[in-house]
């Protein structure tokens, strides 16, 4: 197993555009999150999965924020008419299900709004 | 809600010197504790954990002790090398939400050889 991979890894984009990003977690994981992480802070919980089923969104997650696992396999998070504030590193990791488990962290996606 | 704080860094020391980076929690019950490495170009990695009070999480001569009574989950070691530079978060998981982690704002680590 090659651990978490995201895609792309670099994203430009102007604002108002639509962008897709893709996480692929550990294939026997059944947890998966999706985290934001900007300049000098740590990484702040946007999302996570049970399988294919989305059970919490932080506030964060506004309206113009929108992810899917279907099948409960990768994951996509879509961000609708982007905005400079959105500029930052959105970070997907994967985990078993369990008390005291770890969660395994892709590279991320640095995502820049111009 | 819970809450990690972490000392601000950047920290820079000489190769060899002794490292401590706080962090204090705050959190209902008694959650597990864990600290990240972020290394340059590289995504978190876990560098280790404690699952309970007086637990020692150890691993590449890093340690840290849960403290229930100050609430603390200090980061340690005694040897740094070049190759310790990263930056290190201080996190709980928050078991009623899935585990979901909460981040300390990280701890800039930098070693001169």
């Known amino acids: 197993d090659t651990g978490v991979s995201q895609d792309p890894r670099h994203k430009i984009t102007k604002r108002g555009q639509n962008v897709t990003f893709r996480c692929d977690p550990i294939s026997e994981h059944n947890r998966l999150y999706w985290y934001r992480q900007t300049l000098g802070q740590g990484p702040e919980f946007l999302t996570y999965?049970?399988?294919?089923?989305?059970?919490?969104k932080s506030r964060l997650l506004s309206d113009r924020f929108s992810a899917e696992r279907p099948k409960g396999s990768f994951s996509t998070l879509e961000i609708q008419r982007t905005e400079q504030g959105d500029s930052a590193m959105y970070l997907c990791?994967?985990?078993?299900?369990?008390?005291?488990?770890?969660?395994?962290f892709g590279q991320g996606t640095r995502l820049t709004v111009v | 809600g819970d809450s990690v704080t972490q000392m601000e860094g950047p920290v820079t020391l000489s190769e060899e010197a002794c490292l401590t980076i706080n962090c204090t929690y705050t959190a209902t019950g008694y959650p597990s504790l864990f600290w990240y490495v972020q290394y340059p170009g590289e995504g978190l990695q876990l560098l280790l954990k404690?699952?309970?009070?007086?637990d020692k999480g150890s691993n590449k001569g890093f340690e840290a002790t849960y403290r229930k009574e100050t609430t603390s989950f200090h980061l340690e070691k005694g040897s740094v090398q070049v190759s310790d530079s990263a930056v290190y978060f201080c996190a709980l998981p928050v078991v009623e939400y899935g585990n979901k982690l909460v981040f300390g704002a990280g701890t800039i680590l930098r070693v001169k050889s």
């Open positions: 990791a994967s985990s078993l299900q369990g008390a005291y488990t770890e969660a395994f």
């Open positions: 404690a699952t309970k009070a007086d």
């Open positions: 999965f049970q399988n294919e089923a989305q059970l919490e």
